[in-house]
């Protein structure tokens, strides 16, 4: 099964800008990084140069020696099998958070050899950065690679329907021929989330249980980075406030609480694992803010925030959700105060648009449950897992500031009428497609 990447056009960007440094992906473990070069490579240029610095730690001797790409170039050709050629070769430097000064390298060839395409994957990245260790700033290009949203997994899964999705250009209501069927495909994403390997497990001949089979193995592998790559005294700390995710989104108010992790806990002691989590990019937190004012970082609550997994289909498998429950109506999507759809949303919310949402209340009035930075407006959000879209909050917030546009998620039809925009869930990716069209 061939999975198409949005990510592939942003690659093509980069490498036709002619003023491109060298790339770095970061992202989650096992969310395709790699796939993803290797797939670039194979379809953009005559050849693809791989290494892997997990795989051969051996490679790290010839950065120790030099920087000058030049030698870099020739000892890396000779491992690679053939010449590495400017504009028509791909180099990629995987797990390059391995190797420090592979990661330095990368400022020579920015400054001496730009005509070389060379990038690097690393999933612990952020942790490396953050330890302080040294980095060629200003010499390189990012890009954020997430796990699958939902319409790629549907143009995965199911290429008309993927065409229809894709053909919607105008804010009326989905013919219910295909928002029944668009439905059913959603609830599917649920089990298996935008995990690749997840998906394909999913479409296999074994289905559920092979992609079950697949998602525990990927949370064993990351309980493994825990104790692999972090200091012994925040190996556990890091395991409980990982297995408290569930909880932390089972109550009512979604405020991130330490004595949730463990009973007696404090900030000051579970700060560096939290953190180690977030530079992994295994949990996303988002901050309450204190006024809905451009811009929104401005007025962050630093003490008040939530956590929310990088990808929902990981997080219905640490919630011990039984995938059962897709034949049960919609009571995938609502289980455990609707934390799963508010996560999807939030995976959406943060693939497409460059401002990290914020949540806000007022006290006990509201809760409102994100707030979207969109160009030079505020964009209040609410998230509704049913049909039911009764909500005080939103009301409240409209009453309160006027904003010119709201938006609403949930399984209602997609309309547009004074002011609110209601998207239902499965055309969550397309919230960016429908501002423009409102505006």
């Not at 989590?277 to 988002?286: H, Q, V, W």
């Not at 811009?295 to 008040?304: F, I, K, N, T, V």
Request: charge should be neutral; aromatic fraction near 12%; charged fraction near 25%.
């Amino acid at each position: 099964m061939e999975i198409r990447r949005k990510t592939i056009g942003d690659l093509a960007l980069w490498k036709d800008n002619p003023n491109r440094k060298p790339l770095i992906l970061e992202g989650a473990r096992q969310v395709g990084k790699t796939w993803l070069l290797k797939n670039f490579g194979k379809h953009h240029f005559e050849s693809t140069a791989y290494f892997n610095f997990e795989a051969k730690p051996e490679l790290k001797q010839f950065f120790a020696n030099t920087k000058d790409p030049k030698r870099l170039l020739e000892n890396l050709s000779i491992v690679h099998g053939h010449k590495i050629l400017p504009q028509k070769t791909l180099i990629i430097f995987d797990e390059i958070q391995e190797c420090n000064e592979a990661l330095n390298s990368l400022k020579y060839f920015c400054e001496e050899a730009p005509e070389y395409l060379v990038t690097g994957a690393g999933s612990l990245l952020g942790v490396a950065m953050s330890r302080g260790n040294s980095f060629p700033v200003g010499k390189v290009d990012f890009l954020k690679i997430h796990s699958l949203t939902f319409s790629e997994f549907l143009s995965a899964s199911d290429s008309n329907l993927s065409a229809y999705t894709e053909s919607i250009d105008k804010i009326e209501e989905i013919p219910d021929i295909f928002y029944n069927q668009l439905l059913e495909k959603f609830k599917m994403f649920y089990i298996s989330g935008g995990m690749p390997e997840a998906i394909i497990a999913l479409m296999g001949n074994d289905g559920v249980s092979s992609c079950q089979k697949v998602l525990q193995n990927i949370i064993n592998a990351y309980k493994l980075d825990f104790s692999k790559h972090v200091e012994n005294k925040d190996v556990q700390k890091i395991n409980y406030i990982w297995d408290s995710l569930p909880s932390q989104l089972s109550r009512e108010n979604k405020k991130f609480l330490y004595q949730t992790v463990k009973p007696g806990a404090r900030a000051r002691d579970y700060e560096d694992a939290l953190l180690w989590l977030i530079n992994s990019g295994l949990i996303t937190r988002i901050y309450k803010s204190d006024k809905p004012h451009l811009p929104l970082s401005a007025y962050d609550d630093l003490s008040a925030f939530k956590v929310y997994a990088f990808d929902v289909g990981i997080l219905r498998y640490l919630s011990k959700l039984d995938p059962i429950a897709i034949a049960e109506g919609n009571r995938l999507l609502t289980e455990f105060k609707g934390s799963l759809t508010e996560n999807y949303v939030l995976q959406s919310l943060i693939s497409h648009f460059e401002v990290m949402p914020r949540y806000w209340s007022s006290g006990n009035k509201a809760e409102l449950d994100f707030l979207l930075q969109y160009k030079n407006d505020i964009i209040p959000i609410e998230v509704k897992s049913s049909e039911n879209i009764r909500s005080k909050s939103l009301a409240f917030y409209r009453n309160q500031f006027s904003p010119k546009l709201s938006i609403r998620y949930s399984l209602k039809n997609l309309q547009y009428s004074d002011g609110l925009l209601n998207i239902p869930l499965f055309l969550a990716d397309y919230t960016m497609k429908f501002l423009q069209t409102i505006s």
